[in-house]
């Protein structure tokens, strides 16, 4: 039997071992124990099923593509009803997340423009951190540290709103990226009050809050949010600005809004990127109105290099670009302003990438600027192997830091091929929990292939015992089918 159908039997034994807890009142938190960015039996499924991604592939060492299981990271697994509660050793705890998150953004962030597939980029580092999410969620931490991975997920998709926007929508879904944008901002928001509660503040609270402010600019019910916030935030450089930005926006004054915008830094910019076509076009048809002639139709010149200046294109041929999208008559010296002539446009995505407002602002690679400031000192890497819960002659054994539960105290049967049958020996007895009720004392446990079954036809055969101090005789113990709560 190979290794992912051993590790396998070890956890339907052990979730047979477990209550399923349906009283929240009483429900302790998993604590996670997994090693790696990849729990084991993870790694072993995806590898036998071809389901892993080139990222998880050191094409320099292995020119075959292999998958390198050092550099596999777990994907998310959507949760679902009838789902079991995570094992131990299948959460990673938060140093193995922080060592997770450090691989993604400086192995696999930076290689944005390296890699040719943009779709699969994204997918893959999308996944790989909301899994990072859902081992904090099931693991219920709340505390600094937690707090600066969520910071470093959200960052990921503040980025990637703004180096993806002139994708198709095959390749990327911007609503999907800003959902999940807003579900990091809520986590925050959560997490911001729970630990303000103990007395303890997070550095970046006062960055954050002004994300929220400005991927919301046109809501009116945006700024009622400030009396939530603690004064120190809310009197903030970060959370200032973002005001400034809603009013002029809110205010039509696009002089102070572009002024405001080279002002905010590389993430606040990334944001503020999908407002700035739109109210270029809100801007051009303002001063149509105001200097084109009543009941005139020559058209009005207007000097491009004053226009590059007050709506901050990054040059003539930004400019230009502009115009011919939005249907602009325009010259190599002026843009021609018709009174009746209203600018705009008909249909597709009026997004593109600035590069002076935004990319310009951007002092290091992406990923160590997702990192965020406490962690600009990493520049590399260093790749750390893998456990294995197996020996060199493939046996089931303990993690020398008892990583892995104990629930499974010994298991000696070596790993057989594939078409034999599962016969794990010298066990140590198990004490059960109801519903499986024991008569006697039991010494020793055969276990057939009843472990890959459901829980409501599993059965334990114990064969007839002998010792010098009792002898029990055969009987059959049968599991009842659990019964929900």
């Known amino acids: ?43 072993y499924f995806r590898i036998e099923t071809n389901q892993f991604s080139p990222f998880e592939m050191d094409l320099i060492a292995d020119p075959d593509g292999k998958p390198d299981e050092s550099r596999m990271v777990k994907e998310y697994r959507r949760s679902g009803a009838d789902q079991e509660e995570p094992l131990a050793h299948e959460l990673r705890p938060i140093h193995v997340l922080e060592y997770t998150m450090n691989y993604l953004c400086l192995e696999i962030v930076n290689r ?11 997918d893959f580092i999308w996944s790989r951190t909301r899994s990072i999410r859902k081992d904090i969620t099931q693991q219920h931490l709340i505390d600094i540290r937690s707090v600066t991975l969520i910071e470093q997920c959200a960052r990921f998709h503040i980025f990637c709103a703004y180096y993806l926007c002139e994708q198709e929508m095959k390749d990327f879904d911007p609503k999907i990226n800003e959902e999940n944008l807003n579900n990091c901002l809520q986590t925050l928001k959560d997490f911001y009050y729970d630990l303000s509660i103990r007395g303890i503040s997070c550095d970046n609270e006062p960055e954050f809050r002004a994300y929220d402010i400005l991927l919301n600019l046109g809501n009116g019910e945006t700024l009622s949010e400030l009396k939530h916030f603690q004064p120190s935030v809310k009197q903030s450089a970060d959370v200032q600005l973002a005001i ?11 002089v102070k809004f572009f002024r405001f915008v080279r002002r905010a830094d590389f993430f606040k910019s990334c944001i503020l990127n999908r407002y700035l076509n739109g109210f270029r076009i809100k801007a051009l048809n303002i001063q149509r ?14 000097p491009v ?42 249909s597709g995505n009026l997004m593109t990438r600035s590069y002076n407002l935004v990319i310009a602002k951007l002092h290091t ?22 456990h294995s819960s197996f020996d060199m002659n493939n046996r089931l054994i303990y993690d020398k830091n008892n990583l892995i539960s104990s629930s499974v105290t010994t298991i000696q049967q070596p790993i057989q091929k594939a078409n034999e049958p599962l016969i794990i020996q010298n066990a140590t007895p198990v004490s059960l929990p109801t519903p499986f009720i024991f008569k006697n004392q ?39 089918p659990l019964v929900k709560q």
């Open 1 to 43: 039997m190979d290794k992912k159908n051993v590790l396998d039997a070890r956890d339907k034994l052990l979730r047979l071992r477990q209550d399923r807890q349906t009283d929240l009142s009483k429900a302790v938190a998993v604590i996670g124990t997994c090693p790696d960015m990849c729990p084991e039996l993870e790694r």
């Open 112 to 122: 944005y423009d390296i890699h040719g597939n943009m779709a699969e980029w994204f």
């Open 442 to 480: 039991i010494d020793k446990l055969a276990m057939n292939d009843n472990v890959f079954k459901t829980k409501d036809q599993v059965s334990f055969r114990f064969p007839q015992i002998q010792t010098s101090e009792h002898s029990i005789s055969p009987f059959q113990v049968t599991a009842t």
């Open 305 to 346: 290099a004053n226009l590059i200046e007050i709506l901050a294109f990054d040059d003539v041929n930004d400019l230009t670009q502009f115009c011919d999208r939005v249907g602009l008559q325009h010259d190599e010296d002026n843009i021609y302003f018709r009174k009746n002539h209203i600018i705009g446009i008909d």
């Open 289 to 302: 109105r105001t200097y084109s002639v009543p009941k005139s139709s020559i058209p009005i010149a207007y």
């Open 244 to 254: 400034k930005l809603y009013q002029s926006y809110d205010n039509r004054n696009y």
């Open 365 to 386: 690679t992406p990923g160590q600027a997702i990192l965020g400031n406490n962690n600009a000192s990493i520049e590399t890497f260093q790749i750390q192997p893998v």
